[in-house]
């Protein structure tokens, strides 16, 4: 069952909450699973340039956001615990500088285990970090080694208990499941996603020899009813979280909210009267240093039609446990809701989707099987 295809600008009818992305595209190593946009630098990592040239972007875009607030600021990457305290803390001034933030604002900074110095999360939370993303993947060696990562189970160990004694309350470890010879003992975690071999990665080119799918799904349930006997809560395909401690910043992506993006390769989504509309930044940092300011910068831009923000609305906030209320999927595209009606009748009547009211969420079933249940929205073209 498929949606009618709706050639027309998706108009909102109301803004969205809005966030800042902030993309730090260096790293030590190039993980052979990676597809971000990451770069090992030659020689040192140009902080003041890179700086220099993330307020110049910011300038460039802020009549694009002119009166609004932010509610979250993610500081991604690339691995961002390479820049300096020093250079975090000029990078936020000047965020504060030009932009109104929320009192309550979400500030995170991912960061590596193997890039830390003593004392660095003290110095980052002076700077205004109040959330940390821990890479660490795994606690297994050989899992470590097979990842081509930097670090050893202890120095993940150590990373989290520095964040805490640096009294940041907020801390996400993300691991991977699905590894080469893995088994279902994984240490407790909070985000937890499944090894893929992106196309242009260097596994991509020498595959591994990965876990069947039911071995990968017995590994999720495991992590799953560990985490949930411990009291967190699976509150999205991908993350499970003690009660209120969610990530801010990634339930506003998957609620379709918008978000600046500043930085080499960094995406962003804007809404005003005139539509939704989507910007890359140039991703090769050299490039994108000397564009930035200016319109140069800019890679790509395009406003979305009706037919592809349902399908981006859906495709994001699907993926929560919650789902959503259909007054906000209509607030945030400009769609009307009918337009949908039929596939969701249809994906419920397969036992994909729950619907109660003006509440529309998965069914257990539809998020084991979220793409067999987005493929139900999919549109005609």
Known sequence: MVTAWHAAPAVPAELPTLSLYVHLPWCVRKCPYCDFNSHVPVGEIPERAYVDALLADLDLDLPAVAGRRIESVYLGGGTPSLFSPMALMRLLDGIRGRLTLAGDAEVTLEANPGTLREGYFTAVRDAGVNRVSVGVQSFAARHLATLGRIHDADQARATALAVHEAGIEELNLDLMVGLPGQTRQQPTHLSHYQLTLEPG?????????????????????????????????????????????????????????????????????????????????????????????????????????????????????????????????????????????????????????????????????????????????????
């Open 201 to 381: 990665t260097a596994f991509a080119r020498r595959p591994p020899v990965l876990p069947a799918d039911a071995a990968v799904v017995a590994q999720q349930v495991a992590c799953r009813e560990r985490l949930e006997s411990a009291g967190f809560v699976h509150y999205e395909v991908s993350a499970l979280a003690l009660p209120g401690r969610h990530s801010r910043h990634n339930v506003h992506y998957w609620g379709f909210g918008d978000y600046l993006g500043l930085g080499a390769g960094a995406h962003a989504k804007l809404s005003d009267t005139g539509g939704i509309r989507r910007r890359t930044k140039v991703a090769n940092p050299g490039r994108y240093m000397a564009a930035a300011g200016s319109e140069a910068a800019v890679a790509e831009t395009l406003t979305l039609d009706s037919g592809d923000a349902a399908m981006e609305f859906l495709l994001n906030a699907l993926r929560l446990r919650e789902g959503f209320a259909i007054p906000l999927f209509e607030a945030r595209t400009g769609v009307a809701w009918a337009t949908q009606q039929s596939a969701a009748m249809h994906a419920q009547e397969l036992g994909l989707l729950d619907i109660d009211g003006d509440r529309v969420r998965a069914s257990t079933r539809g998020w084991e099987l979220l793409d067999t249940l987005l493929a139900q929205f999919l549109p005609e073209r």
